[in-house]
């Protein structure tokens, strides 16, 4: 079953602009949200979280927002880089059970 | 190192065979996972150990998966009877805590012939 789902499978974006990953879920009971990146041939790592208790969470260019009713959450990237072009996953948890992925967002920044 | 190892980072194999993919995983994390990525799909869960629980087994995808995992040490995946069907990246990954941000082997590229 597809509890968190992706439905953008790539996004191309100019050098400077923003970009906004989506991401969609189905189970309410998840708490808590994270974005990973994942280069060709690597695996994917950390970029940035959320607790259910909070509704945004910035790290400089990178900001995450989540929408409970919605069951909704997005990544804002601005300024936008070439170096971010990457497969972008959108991952969910709850306690104490396992972390479940999208599909991946593939970001295409064009400089 | 002081990231998680896998191994063998490719593995060809005839269909039928079986095969072992081995994840060391960073030391003192006890939660540990086993994800697929096929072709062009996203990371699909297989398995998760969690210290000394019951492992939650709820993504393998037939008998044919299996993986242990020794105390909080490394993890061996294994698949019997292997089919083309089963040609992925094997991604293993752990983190300290539960909800805590995950940290990724860069994976093994099986493939069956």
């Known amino acids: 079953d597809q509890q968190v789902k992706q439905n953008s499978p790539s996004l191309s974006v100019q050098e400077g602009r923003i970009s906004i990953l989506n991401c969609d879920y189905t189970?309410?009971?998840?708490?808590?949200f994270l974005w990973y990146k994942k280069y060709p041939a690597e695996g994917p790592t950390f970029l940035i979280s959320?607790?259910?208790?909070?509704d945004k969470n910035e790290d400089g260019r990178f900001t995450v927002f989540l929408n409970k009713s919605a069951k909704h959450l997005s990544l804002h990237i601005v300024p936008s880089q070439p170096g971010d072009s990457a497969v972008y996953f959108c991952?969910?948890?709850?306690?104490?059970?396992?972390?479940?992925f999208g599909a991946g967002t593939r970001l295409t920044v064009k400089p | 190192g002081a990231g998680v190892s896998q191994s063998p980072s490719n593995k060809v194999t005839e269909k039928g065979k079986d095969v072992e993919l081995r994840c060391d995983p960073i030391?003192?994390?006890?939660?540990l996972y086993w994800y697929r990525q096929r072709l062009g799909q996203g990371l699909e869960f297989l398995i998760y150990?969690?210290?000394?629980?019951?492992?939650?087994k709820s993504g393998l995808p037939s008998d044919r998966f299996s993986a242990e995992r020794t105390g909080e040490s490394v993890s061996t995946l294994t698949i019997q009877r292997t089919q083309q069907e089963d040609s992925a990246v094997y991604l293993c990954?752990?983190?300290?805590?539960?909800?805590?941000?995950?940290?990724f082997g860069e994976g093994s590229r099986l493939t069956v012939l």
């Open positions: 030391s003192g994390h006890t939660a």
């Open positions: 150990f969690q210290g000394n629980s019951a492992p939650d």
């Open positions: 991952a969910a948890s709850r306690v104490p059970d396992d972390m479940r």
């Open positions: 990954a752990s983190s300290a805590r539960i909800n805590g941000e995950l940290f």
């Open positions: 189970n309410s009971m998840f708490d808590y």
């Open positions: 959320i607790s259910s208790i909070k």
